[in-house]
């Protein structure tokens, strides 16, 4: 009875197990229907997206802003039955409503994109632009325009071939040869750092026997490569251009910070990067060809009143500094600037009492909390907070340090201006024109901020650093006598060579 009664309950668990087996394999079956129904519906919804995209002409890279993102968000919390917006909101209502929020800014901060017909306005050319026509100015001096070529040829060689490129992501440790940056010549500079910090490795690989039995060796072009990478003067000459060079990159880093404006920085990172090459060599004659196609191109191109003044209204270089009131260049940059932005004999006279107080350090001026914060905080926002004392020249230092100094993000990216100001192709009235371009704009410089939150680029301790692990071995005449094995006391790459 009791066999029986077991085998019963046996049976009865086995049919519950089928069941809920049955139940399981259904449930799995109706979720695979579910995804397979959800991603048909995505493809939907793209194939639609991209339909848009091909008939409207636009480019591809705009499906990354996060603006879109955020449409397509909105759109999917909406749910169904949403109509679009009309031709009159999109042309009209909209823009008119993100204008407001930034109109009733211009008044602290004034506005650095757009002059709407504001004629006190100066105009600045793109410093990190200025400052990449150094680089390529520096790039066509002879010697270093001709190792540049061959680091060119060098890695254009190794790229070309997948036996060369295995070797050397064997040899490196897989670190490539090649590092992009913000403009085309900063882009060299890091690439031939990046070769200088893989020389060894690259020695090793143009001396290897798995170099020697590939075919490649024996061709021109591997033979101009192995004698490029076991050319000592090569080498002594990458290190000569990484030392004038570095101090200019490390600027151009600096002036595109959206963070903190680099616009009361840009005259201390300047003179800073001019000191550091000079520290880096004991001759003159070795740097006074880049000097002069820097002073060329500060002077005439770069240079502007704007910068002066904004060095001036910089309290953590005026008060470091007590010579400054005193330098002819920043003064008359600063009564130029006072004189050009206020345009009012009266307003002028009370920020020139006012500035009496700022050179004095009399009032908040002089505080100890204030004078903690100096180098702590971005020159705009100590003013804000600090400037209560001295309120016209508060308006002005705010305007000013508020500045951005670059432009680099958006020089490959005309089409805003071309989109909205091509007759052709638009009708609309002047002042929608020019704020459909201020809101564009402004945009992007809001999205390039939120992406910068954990950077601080605005340090001026890099740019001596950066050199100083060069000069030892660019001041001796290491290069050629440097051992070929570290073991070995007698052959050295002069002899190899």
Known sequence: MDLYNQSQSTTTKNRKDKVVQADIRELCEKKIKIKIKIKKAIEKVYKYIAHFWYQAGISFNLIKLESFQDMLREIGHFGKHLKAPSYHDIRVEYINELMKPLKDQWASFGCSLMSDKEKKIYWTPCAAHCIDLMLEDIGKLPNIKKTIQQAISLVGFIYSHSSTLSMLRFFTGVRELVRHAITRFATSYLSLERIHQEKTNLRKMFMSEEWNENKLAKEAKGKEATKTVLMPSFWKNVVFIMKVMAPLVKVLRLVDSEKKPAMGYICEAMDKAKETIMKSFKNESKYKDVFAIIDKRWDIQLHHPLHAFGHFLNLEFF????????????????????????????????????LAHYKAASGMFGSTTTIAMRGKVAPAQWWQMYGLDTPYLQQLAIRILSLTCSASRYERNWSIFEQVHTKRRNRLEHKRLHDLVFVKYNQALHQRYNLKDEINPISFNGIDDCNEWLIREMDGEKGEDERVHERDDDLTWRQFY
């Open 319 to 354: 008060y470091a500094n007590p010579q400054m009131e005193f330098n002819g260049e920043i003064i008359r940059g600063l009564y130029d600037c006072i004189n050009k932005l206020l345009g009012d004999l009266e307003m002028e006279k009370i920020v020139h009492k006012e």
